[in-house]
């Protein structure tokens, strides 16, 4: 299962990134679908979770306030949208879907949860 991740770039500090992420049907639809992230010489970190109709949401720290996880199920896409952008921001940033969760899963931060990823796209912020 390949998920696509796009709108990776450079945008300037303080400026706007929405990145998106596309699945196959049934692995989107079926799933809750979460944004991580890895900065040079960093761990992967979590960032942003959506349940399966995009109801609840959850963010890591750094970005609450921030950022704003959504899908879109008719198009099979999922949306980070971050606002405020920092330096620290800069990292690749990967979406993932977890196809086990059920409708009243809620969206988890713990990366094991999610069983396929995207290829990695690169966000780049500049002072």
């Known amino acids: 299962v390949q998920l696509q991740a796009f709108g990776g770039g450079s945008v300037q500090g303080g400026g706007s990134l929405r990145l998106s992420c596309a699945a196959p049907?049934?692995?989107?639809?079926?799933?809750?679908i979460a944004w991580f992230r890895q900065a040079p010489g960093k761990e992967r970190e979590f960032v942003a979770a959506?349940?399966?109709?995009?109801?609840?949401?959850l963010y890591a720290d750094s970005v609450k306030g921030r950022a704003t996880i959504s899908r879109d199920n008719s198009k099979r896409t999922a949306f980070l949208q971050m606002n405020s952008a920092k330096s620290e921001d800069t990292a690749v940033y990967y979406c993932?879907?977890?196809?086990?969760?059920?409708?009243?899963?809620?969206?988890?931060?713990?990366?094991?949860?999610?069983?396929?990823w995207g290829q990695g796209i690169q966000v780049t912020v500049s002072s």
């Open positions: 049907g049934r692995v989107f639809s079926h799933g809750n």
């Open positions: 959506v349940n399966r109709n995009g109801g609840r949401t």
């Open positions: 993932a879907v977890d196809t086990r969760a059920i409708l009243s899963s809620p969206p988890r931060s713990d990366p094991a949860y999610y069983h396929y």
